[in-house]
C-alpha cells in the first residue's frame, strides 16, 4: 500500500490532516512583521556558518552520543532521535557524514522522507556542553556492504547508512541547554573544543576565542531573557 494515501494507518493523512486553525489575529505573516519583533542578528551570527567539517567540528561529532535527525516529505515533518556510542556518525571526508541506521520500528519515517526530499538537518548533543551542532546537507541511503560491515556492533550491522552531504555546519549558542538545566552539574568532556575556538575556526578568526570564552558566563546571563 502507497504510505501517502488518506487513512494510512501508520502515516496518516499528511501534513493537513489535524484541519485548518483559529484565526489569530496577532498571526506573524510577514516577514516585516517578524523584522519588528526581533533585534537583527548581530554580524558575528551571521558569519559563523562554515560549509565543511573543519577539525575542531569533527572532535565535537566524536564526542557526540546523540543526534536528531530533522527531515520533511509528502507526510509533513518528522524529527528523529539517534544514538550510540559517542562518534557514531562518522565522517568520511570534510563533506560527508555516515550514519548507521540502527534497528528501530520500522515505521521509517525519515528514511521514506529522505527518498521524496533529500534535505536534512542535525542537531548533535553532548552531555556536559552546552552548545549544540548545528548540520544541514542532502541525504541519501545507501546499503553498501563495505559501509554497512563498517559500522556493525556486536556483529549486527545496520540495514542501511545515511550519507549527508555537508552544506551548512553551525555551533548554536548553551542559552537552550542552560535554561532547560539539561546536563545538570555533568562536566564538560576535555575532548570537546569551547565555543570560542569553535567559533574563531569558523568565522576565519574573527573571534578571540579565549576572551570568547572568558566573556561567555556574564554574556549568557545578561541574555538569557
Given amino acids: 500500500m502507497d504510505s501517502t494515501i488518506p487513512g494510512d494507518p501508520i502515516h496518516g493523512a499528511g501534513p493537513s490532516s489535524a484541519g485548518p486553525s483559529p ?7 510577514t516577514l516585516e512583521q ?37 527531515t520533511v516529505g509528502p507526510n509533513g515533518v518528522h524529527a528523529t532521535p539517534r544514538g550510540d556510542a559517542p562518534g557514531f556518525i562518522e565522517a568520511l571526508d570534510d563533506r560527508t557524514l555516515a550514519l548507521p ?39 541519501r541511503i545507501t546499503a553498501d556492504p563495505a559501509l554497512r560491515a563498517r559500522f556493525a556492533v556486536q ?17 548554536q549558542c548553551a542559552k537552550a ?3 532547560s538545566k539539561l546536563w545538570g552539574g ?21 573571534v578571540e576565542p579565549v576572551r570568547y570564552d572568558a566573556e561567555a558566563p556574564q554574556r549568557l546571563r545578561d541574555t538569557m531573557y
Fill in 155 to 171: 556483529g549486527k550491522e545496520p540495514a542501511t547508512v545515511i550519507l549527508v552531504t555537508v552544506g551548512e555546519v553551525y555551533m
Fill in 101 to 139: 541506521d540502527r534497528r528501530g520500528n520500522n515505521r521509517l519515517d525519515g528514511l521514506r522522507d529522505i527518498i521524496a526530499n533529500p534535505a536534512v538537518a542535525l542537531l548533535f548533543l553532548v552531555p556536559g556542553v552546552g552548545e549544540a551542532l548545528r548540520v544541514n546537507g542532502i541525504a
Fill in 34 to 70: 517578524l523584522a519588528t519583533l526581533y533585534d537583527p542578528p548581530r554580524e558575528l551570527v551571521l558569519k559563523k556558518v562554515t560549509h565543511r567539517l573543519e577539525p575542531r567540528t569533527l572532535a565535537f561529532i566524536a564526542a557526540a552520543p546523540f543526534a536528531i535527525l530533522a
Fill in 186 to 206: 555533568r562536566d564538560r568532556p576535555g575532548t570537546v573544543p569551547s565555543m570560542g575556538e569553535m567559533m574563531a575556526a569558523h568565522t576565519g578568526g574573527l
Fill in 177 to 179: 541547554v542552560l535554561r
Fill in 23 to 29: 484565526a489569530d489575529p496577532f498571526a506573524v505573516t
